[in-house]
């Protein structure tokens, strides 16, 4: 496996200042020679300052430009020479071959899979991945093409991930895709950087996008989750009613403002019940006989 490794350029400034300088004296020294060439030795002083001037012309060719949060990855004659990062004007062997590679945070929306959750339910999902390059070694020498390996490899890795939990929770304790979103998202960034890390990228944060059951069955897990709801409501109602009826009978029974027998408590509470748990508002009947009538 290929590692990144730090390349330290040479200040461009510098080299170019020089090669500037030299290219001036070599085209002075071409026209100084020029116009008295028909003397024995100028000949060949002619021609080697023309050598000068090209030679100048082709060290310039080493110079090249790295702006911040980019790597310049050098390679002589396919093999691997390092990487500049430090910004600004740099100069190396014009013969290297010279990549630039983005260091930047980047980041993409996958496509909307269809995919079947654990339950066997379709369902439709797509993920944001935030990422970035942190070896640009590996990112160009250990895959083809980096950025569509990660847009792969996430996909992938949100399918499989999508496959291993159900969209709704059934019990308090069992993780569900709708219900613990901030452990999914953290379950699918790992997945995703365990399937980059050969490729030099560092998976930053994936998260959910979008989540929905499938077309064809949404109506039908739309009603269910309704049902679900309506019998979690009236639980709590029901649970709520059963505490304020305890509370009545224990302080009717403590200020001894009333005393029931068994019957009448049962007929009470009934009555309570029905006026706490129902939907429709009860109408009251006023008893103008006696307490047993």
Request: proline share 3%; with cysteine.
């Amino acid at each position: 496996m290929i590692r990144e490794r730090e390349y330290g350029a040479m200040s461009g400034w510098g080299a170019l200042v020089i090669l500037l300088a030299g290219a001036g004296f070599f085209v002075w020294q071409i026209i100084a020679r020029a116009q008295v060439i028909d003397q024995p030795s100028q000949p060949i002083l002619f021609t080697l300052s023309i050598l000068g001037l090209l030679l100048c012309g082709f060290l310039l060719l080493g110079l090249f430009v790295v702006n911040p949060n980019e790597g310049k990855v050098l390679q002589l004659f396919g093999q691997y020479v390092g990487t500049a990062r430090a910004p600004g004007l740099g100069w190396a062997n014009p013969l290297y071959a010279k990549k630039r590679i983005s260091l930047r945070v980047r980041n993409f929306e996958s496509a909307k899979l269809k995919v079947n959750d654990l339950d066997g339910n379709p369902i439709e999902i797509a993920a944001v991945v935030v990422w970035k390059v942190v070896d640009t070694a590996e990112a160009v020498f250990e895959v083809d093409n980096y950025e569509n390996y990660v847009h792969v490899q996430s996909e992938a890795a949100l399918r499989n991930m999508a496959t291993s939990y159900p969209y709704d929770a059934h019990e308090d304790t069992q993780m569900s895709l709708r219900g613990n979103t901030a452990a999914i998202a953290d379950h699918l960034r790992k997945e995703i950087q365990d399937r980059l890390a050969r490729a030099g990228v560092d998976v930053i944060e994936a998260r959910i996008s979008h989540l929905a059951y499938a077309p064809e069955i949404a109506a039908s897990m739309l009603q269910r989750q309704q049902a679900g709801a309506i019998i979690a409501a009236r639980q709590r109602i029901v649970e709520g009613a059963v505490g304020m009826v305890e509370m009545a009978l224990d302080m009717l029974s403590a200020k001894n403002v009333v005393t029931l027998d068994e019957e009448r408590k049962a007929a009470m509470v009934c009555n309570l019940l029905v006026v706490l748990c129902g939907e429709r508002s009860t109408q009251p009947i006023v008893n103008a006989g006696t307490l047993h009538h």
